[in-house]
């Protein structure tokens, strides 16, 4: 579904992730705030954090790949390479770039990482492949050595963040990016909406 004026801006709120404590936001822009935090980065532009140091971390790469599924199950990029999987490899492909064979690797990190924390294969639907974590930049992210397949986390979050942000803006500042969830812009806004509240003066935070 073409997006209206009116659905712009709220895409653009769902965006948003330069807001101070205590506001209405989305747990769209909750996610990557979050991973940014949990990687070393600047919660608001995705810049890294000079003095945080470089954290190749599973939790971060778990909370980048949440937002990427959140993205999938709401946008698709009109007139991209079209993806036969679902949301989250869809994203993966259409805004992140990564090849169809990459997006399931990474997304099988993310059913492993999600449902126990481990690299193992968690169900009989798994490929079955070992998973190796790595803490290098640079690319490829995804690389395959027999019947082992390694992550390269920090790389990952690179990608995340050099192309997967700016290709949903561009898709936003273009007209070419489209709602696919079922209960269109007002289903999303509603879904994702959330208000984080400050710590009220003289109370614990």
Known sequence: MRLSPEDIADVKELLETDLPPGFLTSSIAAALREARVLVGRDPSTGTLEADAGRRATWS??????????????????????????????????????????????????????????????ISAADSGYRLRLDGSEHEPVVARFGDEIQIRLPAFDNRIESTFVPNIHRALDEGRLECIHQGAMKEVVTRFHMVVIPPRPGLPS
């Open 60 to 121: 971060g790469a778990l909370i980048y790949l949440v937002f990427c599924e959140q993205i999938g199950s709401c946008f698709r990029w009109s007139g991209a390479q079209p993806c036969r999987f679902g949301g989250l490899r869809r994203a993966l492909v259409q805004f992140g770039e990564f090849s169809e064979g990459d997006s399931g690797a990474l997304r099988d990190l993310r059913n492993r990482l999600a449902h126990d924390f481990t690299l193992r294969p």
